[in-house]
């Protein structure tokens, strides 16, 4: 688990093809890494990594074919910035949400717009991902914990402050950048809650509909 808050800012060494997937070398800049063993887990992008070799410098890990298909790894070359994380502890202090790590699908920016010293993100997210964004709700950008501002349809808004823009990747985003999503988990708990005895039953997608919720109570008429 994670909590959004980047710790450091690091960069791609290598992306090496092994045995059908690919080994990422990171270096990790000012990240701590005395208290990291082999089998620790870092987030490298909001991406949940397995440290398997710890150089010195940064670490390795591998990445899975499945996690290479589902997020936006595969845009990653030797010198990429990437935003770093180490897995939070029991006083680890909570100054986001909680973050699993495990991306929920690849977003891309529409729109960057200067505001005073803010800069705004216009995203576009997966439609599947629409209903779990909600306005002042959380959601995690490339590991980032971020608060949404806006929402309209499969796009979200965020205002993003000059101390984030210096500490995180977000000060280079342009147009056309695909970025690692991951909403906020309760709200997919609750979707499976709703659901209740129907959770057990096959489906090919969410059965939560407004026809559902008002059916169930959850919706005044």
């Not at 090496?16 to 080994?23: L, N, Y």
């Not at 495990?102 to 920016?109: P, R």
């Not at 101390?163 to 708990?189: C, F, K, W």
Request: some cysteine; overall charge negative; hydrophobic content about 40%.
């Amino acid at each position: 688990m994670f909590t959004g808050i980047i710790e450091s800012i690091g960069s791609i060494r290598a992306m090496t093809p092994k045995g059908g997937d690919v080994r990422v070398h990171v270096e990790t800049g000012k990240l701590d890494l005395s208290d990291v063993k082999l089998g620790d887990s870092i987030a490298v992008n909001g991406v949940c990594l397995t440290a398997v070799e710890l150089p010195g410098n940064g670490f390795a890990a591998d990445v899975s074919r499945e996690t290479l298909d589902c997020t936006a790894m595969n845009d990653l070359k030797s010198g990429s910035p990437v935003n770093l994380e180490k897995a939070l502890t029991p006083t680890t202090r909570l100054g986001g949400h909680l973050v699993s790590g495990h991306v929920d699908g690849v977003g891309e920016v529409v729109t960057r717009t200067d505001n005073a010293r803010a800069v705004e993100f216009r995203i576009r997210a997966p439609k599947e991902l629409a209903k779990y964004i909600a306005h002042k709700g959380s959601i995690t950008v490339d590991g980032t914990s971020l608060t949404v501002n806006a929402v309209d349809g499969a796009e979200f808004l965020l205002t993003i402050i000059p101390h984030t823009l210096s500490e995180t990747i977000m000060a280079s985003y342009q147009p056309g950048r695909r970025v690692n999503l991951e909403v906020d988990l309760l709200a997919r708990y609750l979707e499976r809650l709703l659901l209740g005895d129907k959770a057990a039953e096959p489906t090919a997608g969410s059965t939560i509909t407004e026809s559902f919720l008002a059916a169930n109570g959850y919706l005044k008429s």
